[in-house]
């Protein structure tokens, strides 16, 4: 419906929201009943006006039919996980039948897609998943979404428009052929860092400090009368990564932001600790999926701002990696 | 005169506003905790008038009162109590710990080892506790207020989803509104007021109120509700895993003692939606694709979604 | 982690795929179409009834099998056998017959080649014209009742094919169809009255459209009539105002032949009058209404003679009923006749139609006229002679007459003298024109069987008859029934009475014996027939307008027809809308109170939240509109403590009920 916002509490679907008309095959159907209309008059033949007229009072009742099926329906939205650009968005709905009766053949509907289309049990409800094509990063919105049926005879469609505010957030598509930059802190760990390592490899000792894991203790060097030692693994010794935009400089914003986000999932999945470093953000390095989602956030809601930028190059310029910056863009 | 049960507990609610200021809702909320039979855990920023609640209830409601503060390093038996030798009579002596009194305030009770935690919820879910072979019940009525502090994590053990469920209803206080708050700056001490509650109620009335709770007549429209919030929380993606059968059986019990409280001998919508946060708030997580969703966004989205038929 | 964002992987837009059918619905759908060719396989040709069975047991097969559809040439390669079928069958593709056939193969054909949702709604759409099609061939009671319940079936199969109402299993679509068909019922009822109707055809009919009807001919030759006695169809059903007139005198006035050529006798063009001919009636009038069954010829019954018309209708100047279109449908119309009459001198053109003969044929009928008349050359002695002749010689009336050859009056008079009404006919006419009196033959039905429990006379096919008149001075035109004089029974009680080897005729013409039961529920029966014509096949153009001027409604024209129409139907809509909100409405009084006092608020913009408890929404009507309070607050405690106490007292429920009653916001 027009000028009806987006809404953040659940949609009923009342008498005013639903619209009807004829499907396609609505208008064969009452093209075949005209046809039938003459042909009784050419024959004069009474029982074809009552059966053609039985016809089109059974198609007229389909519309009440309709109607009632999306009637009071409740829909809302579940938003969706979030995804990288190019790839496909799944808003999830949950339709609510509060009745207790059935509903058979509700569907969802995004533009010009096909419709999903679901039962309703008596008094239940139901999840629909619209898949939509997240084509730039950012917030993404369904906008409006149709609710649609064509229970019982498929001749008309009774609809309602929804739309709600949940959105989804789409990262950038993670594209670019750069290697990962080189860490910080050189050292073995640098070296060890290209080789790949599992987090879980095993690395060497050091001493016990309070806090470390129980788990992690060689006891079996302990019984052997000597200093408690705790394992080390390849991830805990590996130097931090620091992703920066000015890394990149000579690209266009968004190639650079692809590249950053293919950093983070390639630094990610080698389990190594990063951090990432943008204009007016900077976010301390870190590991695992909190981390990484936050990274990506930022790299998915980033807006870049001439003159914005430069002053916060400069304040977050003495606890970044001077060392390996390239020329700022 | 005579006042009834009614009355009598309406002036406990009252009397206990005195000295809690503005929060009559949490108040009656712990007292319908209380006539339900259940237990209470308030979670909030110390300060915010917890023990003053919980003594003020005792107070009012002639309860005998213990307050248990919980550390790291205290241990089951220093809330139950243990059997001590006695040299003279040569025989073990059970000397009860804090426990065997009618309302209990746990304070910070997340602060203590999962076995301490886990001692005092057995003897909660119980009414009895067992030391040593002998099993010995404790008072009745019975009432364990808990308090947790959220915000005050580093070196706690906050209590896992199984032992929730245990405490009937999860309340915060939060802030007085600047009214409450001015009168509270101007008035006495907290102390004072607290000294000079009357006692409202006989534990024999508290016991026959409790009984009445039971008695509360729920109709079938009102059954259908329950059931529809229930259902609802178990099929929608909002909620990860839906509300147990207990909870159902909470909720109903909650929402007779708030009637009750209210003066009524049956059990409204109203009244469920009332105890709705309380009862179910701490009993309701998050489906995967909500996680950022609040407790209290979440029962809002329950309580909207479940329709009222007339 | 896999992340499908390769070029590759990005969706196309496809177009939808094909929703292939279920077997659910594919069942329904078989059921359903088979259902509706049943009825006409024996109608159609031995091998398509058995190609259509084949075909739609081969689709089952694929379906429950799981087979695969046979490959699109062998399919072509079918349809296109099938059309040649039919063409050879029929000669054309074109036509009622052809046509039935040609649309009963291409179903067949289509069945194998449906995958989807499109072919199956062409599939039903199908099989409603297959529905329709039968209503060709018949529309008495059982075949409607059972069309009505293919219908049923063949709605169900269109819930079914689509697929996202594949959850509706088991009987809940047919209940649901059931329950539509039910409330359109009504619907069809007031537009089958109102609806303004035209009168048909719109334009020409195949030639064969109403082929295989039953009736008189148009000409008659030794055995043309006889052949109809064998039918017990009824011809018409007629109800008079008053007395019924007496079986000698209910001659059904027909097709009247003039022309003679040796064997045969035929109907001259006679263009009808829209006038009645005129004239002079000779006593009271009797009035009646007929109810013609479908017979493919423009000719309308009537008592001699009529003088009336009915609509649209025209009378030749021999006194015989022409409408403008052939009667295919039941049709009805009043009429009044004179049983005695006088009429006016023929014209010239009558007196030479009247005498014409075939030159030199039959002389030795001839030879006997010529004798006659020597003794007595008046026109009433020459016919008296001849009734004298047939009564008095050994002729015989019989449904079995031996064959005629040559000369066939000739033949008939001296030779075989066992004939049926139309020999009797025939000679009497040729002997009264070979003696210079003007004669000439009339087809028509004669006598009739009264239902006395419907209170209506039944004419029957087999009541066919012929006759004779002729022309006498100063008294007109006169009816004389040869037949009668070799077969008085026959006009006075019927076929059955006159014949001796009744066991030709068919069962419902005889009469007493072991079956009369029977043949009295026939006629019960046949009162249900008698008002299905009356009322519903009949109900055309005029019988609309006469039912509806009838009604009260003045002289009903095509705008009336159009407001009245639509005045029903907006007035079922509005009953309907009202009895679904009372069904929407609780059952409980006390729940139905609530929800008429949370409308009436709603329309106040102060609509209950879809969880708002009772004493909630009163505390926010009261705080918003606070003159209401008192009135809320009363109803919505008084509602809590019914609805969700433990008892609700009905004096108390009647307070809630004229609470929200008298409540106004």
Redesign the interface.
């Known amino acids: 419906m027009r000028g009806q916002r987006p809404s953040a509490e659940p949609i009923r679907l009342t008498r005013r929201r639903i619209y009807i008309l004829p499907t396609g095959q609505g208008y064969a159907f009452a093209t075949l009943l005209f046809l039938l209309f003459l042909w009784s008059i050419n024959y004069s033949n009474s029982m074809g006006f009552a059966f053609t007229f039985l016809l089109a009072a059974v198609a007229l009742n389909s519309m009440w039919q309709a109607h009632d099926n999306l009637l009071g329906l409740i829909v809302d939205s579940s938003g969706a996980e979030p995804v990288f650009a190019g790839q496909e968005a799944r808003f999830a709905f949950r339709v609510e039948n509060p009745d207790p009766r059935p509903r058979y053949g509700i569907a969802l509907q995004w533009r010009d897609q096909p419709p999903r289309h679901t039962d309703l049990p008596a008094s239940g409800a139901a999840v629909v998943t619209l898949t939509v094509l997240a084509e730039r990063r950012g917030w993404l919105r369904t906008g409006r979404v149709r609710v649609l049926t064509r229970y019982p005879l498929g001749l008309l469609q009774a609809w309602s428009w929804v739309e709600f505010e949940r959105a989804c957030l789409v990262y950038p598509q993670p594209r670019g052929r750069r290697p990962l930059p080189a860490a910080l802190s050189g050292g073995a760990g640098a070296g060890l860092g290209d080789q790949g390592f599992g987090s879980e490899d095993y690395a060497g000792f050091r001493l016990y400090a309070p806090g470390d894991s129980p788990r992690r203790i060689a006891w079996k060097a302990a019984t052997r009368g000597g200093p408690l030692l705790v394992k080390q693994f390849t991830d805990q010794v590996r130097p931090e990564l620091w992703l920066d935009w000015r890394l990149l400089g000579i690209d266009s914003v968004e190639p650079r932001l692809a590249q950053l986000c293919q950093w983070v999932l390639k630094a990610e999945g080698e389990g190594r600790r990063y951090g990432l470093l943008l204009p007016g953000a900077r976010i301390a390095p870190g590991r695992g999926d909190a981390h990484r989602r936050r990274c990506l956030e930022a790299l998915a809601l980033f807006t870049y701002a001439e003159d914005v930028s430069h002053r916060h190059e400069t304040a977050v310029e003495p606890e970044g990696p001077t060392k390996t910056r390239a020329a700022a863009g | 005169m005579v006042a009834t049960l009614e009355d009598r507990l309406d002036q406990a609610v009252q009397q206990v506003g005195t000295t809690i200021l503005g929060k009559e809702r949490a108040i009656r909320l712990a007292v319908s905790c209380l006539l339900a039979r259940g237990h209470l855990l308030i979670e909030d920023l110390p300060g915010m008038g917890k023990t003053t609640l919980a003594h003020a209830l005792a107070c009012c409601l002639g309860l005998q009162y213990q307050r248990i503060q919980f550390t790291s390093d205290l241990l089951p038996a220093d809330i139950l109590g243990a059997a001590v030798y006695e040299r003279q009579r040569e025989t073990f002596v059970f000397h009860p710990g804090p426990i065997f009194a009618q309302l209990i305030l746990a304070d910070e009770i997340n602060r203590a080892t999962p076995k301490t935690q886990s001692a005092l919820l057995e003897a909660m879910e119980e009414g009895q506790v067992t030391i040593e072979g002998e099993t010995r019940k404790l008072p009745e009525p019975f009432f364990v207020i808990a308090t947790q502090n959220p915000a005050y994590q580093i070196g706690t053990f906050p209590l896992p989803e199984s032992q929730l469920d245990r405490f009937l209803m999860r309340i915060e206080l939060g802030y007085p509104d600047a009214q409450a708050e001015r009168l509270l700056l101007e008035g006495e001490d907290r102390r004072d007021v607290l000294a000079r509650l009357p006692v409202c109620l006989t534990p024999e009335q508290l016991r026959e109120a409790q009984a009445r709770v039971a008695g509360v007549h729920a109709a079938p429209p009102l059954l259908d509700y329950v059931q529809g919030l229930l259902a609802f929380s178990r099929q929608s993606s909002l909620f990860r895993g839906g509300l147990s059968p207990r909870a159902g059986l909470a909720l109903l019990r909650a929402a007779r003692a708030w009637a009750l409280l209210h003066r009524r001998g049956h059990v409204l919508p109203e009244d469920v939606q009332a105890v709705l946060p309380a009862v179910v708030g701490h009993r309701l997580y998050p489906g995967e694709e909500h996680l950022e969703q609040t407790s209290a966004d979440l029962v809002g989205r329950l309580r909207a979604a479940v329709t009222l038929p007339a | 982690?896999r992340?499908?964002?390769s070029r590759r992987d990005?969706?196309r837009r496809a177009p939808?795929?094909v929703e292939p059918l279920t077997a659910s619905a594919l069942t329904w759908l078989l059921a359903a179409l088979a259902l509706a060719v049943a009825p006409q396989a024996t109608e159609l040709s031995v091998w398509l009834s058995v190609l259509f069975a084949a075909l739609v047991g081969w689709r089952g097969f694929i379906v429950f099998r799981n087979r695969a559809l046979p490959p699109r040439w062998l399919l072509l390669l079918v349809a296109t056998l099938a059309g040649a079928g039919v063409m050879i069958d029929h000669r054309t593709l074109f036509g009622r017959d052809a046509g039935v056939a040609l649309l009963t193969a291409m179903t067949a054909c289509k069945l194998l080649e449906s995958r989807g949702?499109r072919d199956g709604?062409v599939l039903v759409?199908l099989g409603?014209?297959l529905?329709?099609s039968n209503?060709?061939y018949s529309?008495d009671i059982p075949l409607?009742t059972y069309?009505?319940a293919v219908?049923l079936v063949m709605?169900t199969a269109?819930?079914l094919?689509?697929?996202?109402?594949a959850?509706?299993t088991a009987l809940a679509p047919l209940r649901?169809?059931g329950r539509?068909?039910l409330?359109?019922?009504?619907?069809?009822l007031i537009?089958?009255v109102l609806?303004p109707?035209?009168?048909?055809?719109?334009?020409g009919?195949p030639k064969d459209?109403y082929k295989g009807r039953t009736g008189l001919s148009e000409q008659m030759a030794p055995g043309s009539v006889s052949e109809l006695i064998r039918s017990d169809a009824v011809a018409f059903r007629v109800r008079f105002a008053d007395a019924v007139p007496p079986s000698n005198q209910r001659y059904w006035r027909g097709p009247v032949l003039w022309h003679f050529d040796g064997r045969r006798w035929t109907r001259p063009e006679e263009p009808p009058v829209k006038t009645p001919i005129p004239f002079t009636p000779e006593g009271a009038a009797v009035d009646y209404a007929v109810v013609l069954e479908p017979s493919n010829r423009n000719w309308l019954f009537a008592l001699d003679l009529p003088a009336r018309l009915p609509p649209r209708a025209g009378m030749t100047p021999s006194f015989q009923l022409l409408r403008d279109?052939p009667v295919?449908?039941?049709y009805r119309y009043e009429m009044r006749s004179y049983p005695a009459y006088r009429t006016a001198e023929p014209t010239a053109m009558e007196r030479s139609r009247g005498l014409q003969l075939p030159p030199r044929a039959n002389p030795r009928a001839r030879a006997l006229v010529a004798e006659w008349r020597q003794r007595d050359p008046q026109p009433e002695a020459l016919v008296r002679s001849a009734l004298t002749l047939f009564r008095e010689q050994p002729f015989y009336y019989t449904l079995n007459p031996p064959e005629l050859g040559g000369e066939i009056v000739d033949d008939f008079l001296f030779r075989t003298r066992r004939g049926f009404c139309e020999h009797y006919a025939s000679a009497f006419v040729f002997l009264m024109r070979a003696g210079g009196v003007p004669a000439r033959v009339v087809l028509g039905y004669q006598g009739g069987e009264m239902n006395a429990l419907g209170g209506y006379l039944m004419v029957r096919q087999s009541d066919a008859h012929a006759w004779a008149e002729v022309w006498l001075e100063g008294r007109g035109w006169v009816r004389v029934d040869p037949t009668g004089a070799v077969a008085p029974n026959r006009v006075q009680q019927g076929l059955y009475a006159a014949l001796s080897d009744s066991r030709l005729l068919p069962f419902l013409a005889r009469h007493g014996g072991d079956s009369e039961w029977l043949r009295q529920l026939a006629l019960g029966w046949d009162i249900l027939n008698n008002s299905w014509n009356e009322w519903?096949?009949?109900?055309?153009p005029e019988r609309q307008k006469e039912f509806l001027s009838g009604l009260g409604f003045g002289p009903a024209d095509w705008t009336g027809m159009t407001v009245a129409m639509l005045i029903a139907l907006g007035g079922f809509g509005v009953l309907?809308a009202g009895w679904?909100w009372r069904s929407r409405l609780?059952r409980d009084p006390v729940?139905?109170a609530?929800?008429r006092f949370?409308a009436r608020l709603a329309r106040r913009g102060l609509a209950r939240g879809?969880?708002?408890?009772?004493?909630?929404f009163a505390g926010r009507v009261a705080a918003g509109r606070p003159e209401l309070a008192a009135g809320v607050w009363e109803i919505a405690r008084l509602y809590?403590?019914l609805?969700?106490?433990?008892v609700a007292p009905p004096e108390q429920v009647r307070q809630l009920r004229q609470l929200t009653r008298r409540f106004r916001a």
């Open positions: 982690m992340l499908p964002w990005r969706p939808p795929p949702l709604v759409f409603y014209l529905v329709m209503l060709l529309q409607v069309l009505l219908i709605l269109q819930v094919i689509h697929r996202q109402h959850g509706l649901l169809t539509m068909v409330l359109a019922i009504p619907v069809m537009l089958f609806f109707r035209i009168p048909g055809p719109l334009w009919l459209a279109q295919n449908e039941v519903v096949l009949a109900y055309g309907y679904r609780a729940a139905r609530w929800q949370c879809a969880a708002e408890g009772p004493l909630d809590a403590a609805r969700y106490g433990p």
